[in-house]
């Protein structure tokens, strides 16, 4: 499939480096709203809509330098380039066979990209062989005393210790460029990573919810005692990995590139079981000092805690799932267009406005116009695409029918 | 196809009276999918909405009625199990609750995706069944797992004696259930039989490899899916999905249950090898997670918005070209909103002189007949 760019307006490479002209992200919507009035471009449009614009690309490498706020990142705009990890990824082989084949060549390639990684992913990494270590060791030593708790704790962590190479794999394999299957990329599998991660979490506070319930009705109280080492280890391992990922430590973040949620629902991931462990020794030193039911309160507070902390991430990987219309572009901004398209003389109608955000900073959308019989297309087609292309939607697919 | 074109009559004259009354200035990208036309679009055609409305209702019942049973049973087994002190019993109950459970995400989404779409959701909630179904799979990991902790449980506190017997005769009840609601469940595959058709080998054969590819057990049900009426295989397919779901549940809740069967039968006749309890429930629940292996490859491969695996891009992309008018085409993207929905976006390079409309349905045409593509958007350039 060649990529001709014959009209690729405003495009660049499907995998270059996003430009960051999409200044909505602030937390703030003072700001957002602020900072989309400020675009010089937006007025362009009233003085002469059939004049094609030039793409304007040094505007857009200025911007990231004006798109920090307090919520960025330190990692430099120009990072996240994609490399070089090139497969022979036009061969049209049958799609059974390619599976099979991709899964141990992405293994392989997953090894190569690993030791060539960047930072985060090699934080990760770190913390991961700690956990699994930590968890081989939990539990051999519960099988072998025959303690129960210790082998259910390590089970915990094995799961916790999937996912985590899960997210690893998903920022390794995202880089991959696009290819006849996977014609958008490979850039979802880190939301993919992110919601199941934010799954795990509701199934451990749940869990957690279950155990409260439990020894609310039965008043065990005595097996936690011995747990205290385990859990102050696991938490200590936690608290580095928290640490490591304490750009991301927020509740409500904004997504503006697409490994955000990855690094994001990792990093809920490491508190979420420091919080549990921290829960679990609180309500140790609770019982020790006689007070009765602080095994059900603490179990409950962190159930609840943790529900607390998952729920926004949840939601926000939900919905780019789902295909939910992008939260980063107000739908006051996509009404404007949209009027201005429709005021537009040549324009009759716009019907089946779609947009959907294919991983955060990347908008896709589709678009069908109604337009006079006879008319050009080209001046409307670039117009429109200018229009959306000052939103930050690059991927925009026109249809014009005559009437 | 006769009635495709009376539909397009329909739908041209539809889009007509529709114009007027959504011109008038609206604030939000409001548009119900459903009353916006542009030629053939599947979203608004009136049959199609019948069609998938009967399909719902059918798969509610089919849900509704499964979830009846396994309450009724889980609460004959709570009785039992409180009667009879017996703790495997109530786990066994536990179990069928996260079963239903499952059923039920099933259900509302099922139900969820009836609503149209609204402009948050521009293309309505279809998707909302890919992750219910993801949801209802990761239920059955769980159980799968909490089965093996507690086999390693019950072996660390080796001071139990296991009643093999009562092993035995609980999997046993739970076997028959299963395998009536296996049967029942599997019966309804059987109903989209249409008669065979010749004219359609070549996607006959996609459709074919793709349902194989989408059940999630080697089929005794290998009923052909060639179709005289073009949206009877669709019409298959988004049943399949969240019964599907359902499917897996009870699939795997049997082979758990032969499993234990086995164990405790082994256990009667030789009551010191406990062992054999931890074995069967390992090697079993390998065997029930591998089930749910293909739909896990369907849901991933939705969520990443990748080329559906019946469609063979290649084919398709040289299939476009070979239209007359086109001189090139490039962005082609093909991906699926649900199992059975597809949607093509593309930019196509016309050559100088051809008219865009005839191009466009050409285009259409071609994408809807040989690969029942119906929510398409083409830019011509």
């Known amino acids: 499939m060649e990529k001709n760019k014959s009209f690729k307006y405003y495009s660049q490479e499907p995998d270059s480096p996003h430009p960051w002209n999409t200044d909505f992200g602030f937390a703030n919507a003072s700001d957002r709203r602020y900072a989309f009035s400020r675009q010089p471009s937006f007025h362009q449009p009233q003085r002469d809509p059939i004049t094609p614009m030039t793409p304007n690309f040094s505007n857009d490498c200025m911007k990231p330098f004006l798109s920090r706020n307090v919520s960025s990142i330190d990692i430099p705009p120009g990072f996240y380039s994609y490399d070089q990890v090139k497969e022979g990824s036009f061969e049209a082989k049958g799609s059974a066979a390619e599976d099979k084949f991709s899964v141990l060549e992405s293994v392989l390639r997953v090894f190569r990209v690993l030791r060539t990684g960047n930072r985060q992913m090699k934080r990760l990494l770190i913390m991961i062989s700690l956990n699994v270590a930590y968890s081989t060791a939990e539990l051999v030593i519960g099988l072998f005393t025959g303690r129960i708790g210790l082998v259910s704790d390590a089970f915990h962590l094995t799961f916790g210790c999937g996912l985590l190479t899960f997210s690893l794999f998903a920022m390794a394999a995202s880089r991959r460029k696009p290819d006849h299957i996977y014609t958008y990329g490979y850039q979802r599998l880190e939301e993919l990573s992110a919601f199941t991660n934010a799954l795990f979490l509701l199934f451990m506070s749940f869990s957690l919810a279950v155990e409260a319930l439990h020894a609310f009705i039965q008043d065990e109280s005595e097996h936690k005692h011995y747990l205290i080492v385990s859990a102050v280890t696991n938490l200590l391992v936690n608290l580095i990995g928290v640490w490591f990922f304490r750009n991301y430590a927020r509740i409500f973040f904004v997504y503006r590139k697409p490994e955000d949620m990855n690094f994001h629902s990792v990093c809920l991931h490491v508190l979420a079981d420091s919080i549990r462990s921290a829960g679990l020794i609180l309500a140790s030193w609770f019982l020790s000092l006689g007070v009765n039911n602080a095994e059900v309160l603490c179990l409950g507070l962190v159930s609840g805690a943790v529900f607390m902390l998952v729920m926004p991430l949840f939601k926000a990987t939900g919905g780019v799932l789902l295909q939910m219309a992008p939260p980063n572009i107000p739908s006051s901004a996509l009404s404007k267009c949209w009027r201005q398209v429709t005021s537009h003389e040549d324009v009759i109608e716009v019907s089946q406005a779609r947009f959907w955000e294919l991983v955060p900073g990347h908008v896709v959308g589709s678009l069908s116009l109604q337009v006079k019989k006879e008319m050009d297309d080209r001046p409307i087609l670039e117009y429109v695409h200018s229009l959306y292309h000052e939103l930050g939607i690059h991927d925009l697919t026109v249809q014009s029918d005559h009437v | ?381």
Not at chain 2, 268 to 279: C, E
Not at chain 2, 301 to 324: A, H, Q, V, W, Y
Request: proline share 2%; glycine share 6%; net charge negative.
């Open chain 2, 1 to 381: 196809m006769e009635h495709d074109e009376a539909s397009i009559l329909r739908a041209e004259d539809q889009k007509k009276i529709e114009m007027p009354m959504v011109s008038e200035g609206n604030d939000v990208i409001s548009m119900p999918l459903d009353s916006e036309c542009c030629s053939v679009c599947a979203f608004s055609k009136q049959e199609n909405a019948t069609l998938e409305s009967k399909q719902r209702w059918m798969s509610a019942t089919k849900l509704s009625g499964l979830i009846v049973f396994y309450l009724m049973v889980m609460l004959v087994e709570i009785i039992g199990g409180v009667k009879s002190n017996s703790l495997a019993v109530m786990t066994d109950a536990a179990h069928l609750l996260t079963d239903v459970a499952g059923f039920f995400i099933s259900l509302i989404t099922v139900w969820a995706s009836a609503w149209k779409a609204t402009s948050y959701q521009s293309f309505g909630f279809n998707r909302l069944e890919v992750l219910g179904a993801l949801l209802s799979v990761q239920l059955i990991w769980l159980i799968s797992a909490l089965l093996i902790y507690e086999a390693l449980d019950r072996i660390l506190h080796k001071n139990k004696e296991v009643n093999g017997l009562l092993m035995f005769e609980i999997a046993a009840f739970g076997f028959i259930i299963n395998l009536v609601m296996v049967l029942w469940l599997g019966h309804d595959h059987t109903h989209h039989h249409a008669c065979g058709d010749t004219d359609h080998q070549q996607h006959h054969h996609h459709h074919h490899h793709h349902h194989d590819h989408e059940r999630g057990k080697p089929c005794d049900l290998t009923e052909e899916e060639t179709s005289l009426v073009p949206s009877s295989p669709a019409k298959a397919k988004i049943l399949n999905i969240n019964l599907q779901g359902a499917y897996l549940h009870v699939m795997a809740d049997l082979i758990q249950s032969v499993g234990v069967m086995i164990a405790g039968a082994v256990i009667w006749i030789k009551p010191k090898w406990l062992i054999v309890d931890l074995l069967s429930t390992l090697v079993f629940s390998t065997i029930a997670l591998c089930t749910t292996l293909p739909m896990l490859r369907d849901i991933f491969g939705i969520l990443m918005e990748r080329t559906p695996s019946d469609i063979n891009i290649d084919m398709l992309e040289s299939g476009i070209k070979g239209i007359n008018g086109v001189q090139n085409i490039h962005d082609l993207h093909v991906w699926a909103i649900t199992v059975g929905k597809l949607v093509l976006s593309c930019h196509v390079v016309a050559e100088p002189g051809v008219s865009s409309n005839e191009l466009l349905g050409k285009i259409r045409d071609y994408c809807q007949k040989t690969y029942k593509i119906h929510h398409i958007t083409i830019q011509i350039e």
